[in-house]
């Protein structure tokens, strides 16, 4: 009996290790949306991007925003536009910006193609003279969308 409740509890730590295992990480999932949008501008031969740490949280804020307060959109619920966040965040004395949202899109790969199958979307990732990409992303659950997603881009 004792080699059956040990099998049995073996097997419900590993069903109870697989519901609980840690879904991707911020830092990865940020990480696969700037490689998939690099790998795109490669194709246009557009420097790749380089991750900025006020880009990211500007757009990790957004996605919040956008996840808790259950909409998808440019402007936050607190009125704010996209320049105005991503100055609340540090990234000043820029000469050109640009933003991407998106919602229901479960993964990076998914999101990415979502936006090069919209031609602003798309303008905005092949835009040859952006440097630099932050990128957010939020999931909540029980929302319209679950998944909220924001790339900003931007220039100095």
């Known amino acids: 009996m004792l080699a059956l409740h040990t099998s049995l509890l073996a097997a419900t730590t590993l069903a109870l290790a697989a519901t609980f295992a840690p879904a991707a990480t911020a830092a990865t999932v940020q990480e696969d949306v700037i490689a998939l949008t690099n790998a795109e501008r490669a194709k246009v031969n557009c420097p790749a991007l380089k991750s900025n740490a006020a ?3 500007a757009a990790q804020r957004h996605s919040v925003d956008m996840a808790t ?33 998106a919602a229901g899109y479960g993964t990076a790969a998914e999101v990415v193609r979502g936006w090069m199958n919209s031609s602003g979307h798309r303008a905005n990732i092949l835009n040859c003279n952006l440097r630099d990409i932050g990128v957010g992303h939020q999931y909540r659950q029980g929302t319209t969308y679950g998944h909220c997603w924001t790339q900003n881009f931007g220039t100095r």
Not at 85 to 90: D, L, S, V
């Open 55 to 57: 880009l990211n949280t």
């Open 69 to 101: 307060k259950n909409f998808m959109g440019h402007t936050g619920s607190d009125g704010s536009t996209m320049v105005v966040r991503i100055e609340r965040a540090g990234y000043t004395r820029w000469t050109r910006a640009a933003e991407n949202v």
